[in-house]
Every structure is written in structure tokens, then in C-alpha cells.
């Protein structure tokens, strides 16, 4: 049965594109067929796997311009890519009947040819995310192990359990995990400890730790495990996708 997930945290830096990148190169590492959907209109995903100016994306998509029209990666994932001009597409969706269903109308017809589906939220709170979320099963949460790490959490908090309440009704937080982790760093053991009392089962075990590999592979338009297999990114993105297929 497949299953879609929204990577979400509207505080930027967190590494949620990253993480986006990776669990689905680690799901497919796994044997599982896994989409990416890129809903960002800055676009980092989509360059990061090497694809610029693409010819169908997901802003054409949610304008009713055509079906979705997937790109099969080199490394066996597929993606939805997004473009600059998406950032327009809030204003423009805003009168449309349904407006928050777009997305899962899009999703729906080709869900069942995948086993996951990976959506990689904007960094706000708008349209685009509720979209996002109105067609999730799960929100996956990267927290990074600093100290305003579960800062405005609140609001996100708020957001979901109103797209629960009025728009999907079985839409969960899938998990919480923790990135760019550095077990010397005594803020970063507090901090992970904070996540841990607050968050309690939802956290993840795997911790993804500080690690330049994961910030040098999108410069080459590759994921963690094309780019460097024997790095600490890989090993703790492809133990995070065991655990995710375990929950």
C-alpha cells in the first residue's frame, strides 16, 4: 500500500531538503519505487538532483496544465520537479474551488505505481503546505540539535491538527528526527534530549550527524549514496529509512 509523506519545518536550514533527498534515495536503495515531489519554489531539490528548466513540473501541474509527468532519475527515483514560478501559484490557486485538494487530486492516479511518495514542503505555513499535507498519510519532522530547535513548532503543531480536524482526517506525525548532530557537542546532547522528553515515541532513533558530505552532494547534482556511500550521511540516511519502513 503506498504511502505519502510531507517533510515539513518552515524554520529553514534544518536540512529538510536534504532529508527529502536522501530518504527516498535510501527507501529506493531498500527496493521500495519512490516519488519525490519537489513543492518548494526555490526549486533545491530539483537542481540538487541535476535538473534545471524542466519541461512539466508541478506548477503546471497545479494550474490543470497537464497531468503529472514524473522524471526517472538515474539512481531509479522519480521526481516531480518545481520551478521558480510556483511561488506565484498561492495567489493563483487562491480563488479555485478545492483549493487545498489540488494536490491530492494530482497524486491520486498515479499513487499506486509507487510504494512511497516524498513531498518536500515549502518553508511556510501557506497553501502550498496545507496542499502538502491534505495529501499526506504522515509528516516526517526534521529538528536540528540547536538550541531554537523547537521554536515555533507550536504553530506547525496547530496547522496540523486543523488539516486533521477539517481536511484529513488521517493525516498523523509520522516521526521526528533529529539532523546535523555532533554527539561531542554538549548543546546538541541537551538539545536531542529536549526533542526526546518532548516528542517522546515519535523520535526517531537514527540521528543524522554533521557531515560535509551531505552539504557536497548536491553541488554534484547526486544523493548521498551516489556521492559518497561509505559517509556518515549515508549510513544514518539509509538507517532512517530502515526505521521509517519499520514504523
Known sequence: MSK?????NHKG??????????????????????????????????QSLGIIEPEFTIYGGLRGDYEL????????????PSTLDLSGAEVEMSGEAGREYILKELIDPIKNSY??????????LGLLTINSFTASDEI?????????????LTKLMEVVDK???RLNKGLSIGGVFITQYDSRKVLNRDVAETIQTHFKDKVFKTKIRDNIALAEAPSQGLD????????????????????LIKK
Open 4 to 8: 505519502v509523506i510531507s517533510i515539513s
Open 13 to 46: 536550514g534544518v536540512g529538510k531538503t536534504t532529508s527529502a533527498i536522501n530518504i527516498g534515495a535510501g527507501l529506493n536503495k531498500l527496493k521500495k519505487k519512490v516519488l519525490l515531489i519537489d513543492l518548494d519554489p526555490q526549486a533545491n531539490l530539483s
Open 69 to 80: 509527468q514524473p522524471i526517472e532519475l538515474p539512481n531509479g527515483l522519480n521526481l516531480i
Open 115 to 124: 510504494d512511497y511518495i516524498i513531498i518536500d514542503s515549502p518553508p511556510s
Open 140 to 152: 516526517l519532522i526534521p529538528l536540528q540539535a540547536q538550541y531554537l530547535a523547537l521554536q515555533g
Open 163 to 165: 488539516i486533521k480536524q
Open 224 to 243: 548521498i549514496f551516489r556521492y559518497n556511500p561509505k559517509s556518515y550521511g549515508a549510513e544514518d540516511y539509509l538507517k532512517l529509512s530502515k526505521e
